[in-house]
T-cell receptor, first 113, second 111 residues
């Protein structure tokens, strides 16, 4: 069974540029999560989807961050414009139901110059 | 807000030693607790999931315990190996909410 797939694995951009990350969850997992992980810290939730509905986006900085999961399968997280402080690892995770075990992808390491 | 603390932040042990990693959380009203492993530059690998009604879970050389009333969990690693070197993260799920992570314990097993 394939795990959670994320792309790209690494991204380097200049500040004020837009960037997008893609995630494909494990087949059959209807819950999808985007996390932000700063160096030396644990992941922090940005947004959680149940199928195509964003059920918790309270920690998503909506002035510059957006996300979508149009068909309830794969998802895209976008930052526009990127700031220096956005440099971090962006992790995607999925689970079968909202309260079950979460499985993580390898993450996208973003560097904003 | 749920706060999760992991002690120690870093730990070095010689190969073959048994060790315990600690996790504490402030709100005992949790649905479950999950232990993860993270290798440098990689994502998180789920190790063990303990439901709130359970006291412990075991997988191979790993044993995780949960004392919900005192807000504590431990991860016991038996007969440590160099391949166990990684950062270990504890995460709790409050009821109907999302995972709250600790900052992790960085483990180094010295051959």
């Amino acid at each position: 069974e394939a795990g959670v797939v994320q792309s790209p694995r690494y991204k380097i951009i200049e500040k004020k540029q837009p960037v997008a990350f893609w995630c494909n969850p494990i087949s059959g997992h209807n819950t999808l999560y985007w996390y932000l992980q700063n160096l030396g810290q644990g992941p922090e939730l940005l947004i959680r989807y149940e199928n195509e509905e964003a059920v918790d986006d309270s920690q998503l900085p909506k002035d510059r961050f957006s996300a979508e999961r149009l068909k309830g399968v794969d998802s895209t997280l976008k930052i526009q414009p990127a700031e220096l402080g956005d440099s971090a690892v962006y992790l995607c995770a999925s689970s079968k139901q909202g309260n079950n075990e979460q499985f993580f992808g390898p993450g996208t390491r973003l560097t904003v110059l | 807000k749920q706060e999760v603390t992991q002690i120690p932040a870093a730990l070095s042990v010689p190969e073959g030693e048994n060790l315990v990693l600690n996790c504490s959380f402030t709100d005992s009203a949790i649905y479950n607790l999950q232990w993860f492993r993270q290798d440098p530059g990689k994502g998180l690998t789920s190790l063990l999931l303990i439901q709130s009604s359970q006291r412990e879970q075991t997988s191979g050389r790993l044993n995780a315990s949960l004392d919900k009333s005192s807000g504590r969990s431990t991860l016991y690693i038996a007969a440590s190996q160099p391949g166990d070197s990684a950062t270990y993260l504890c995460a709790v799920r409050p009821r109907a909410n999302n995972l709250f992570f600790g900052t992790g314990t960085r483990l180094t097993v010295i051959p």
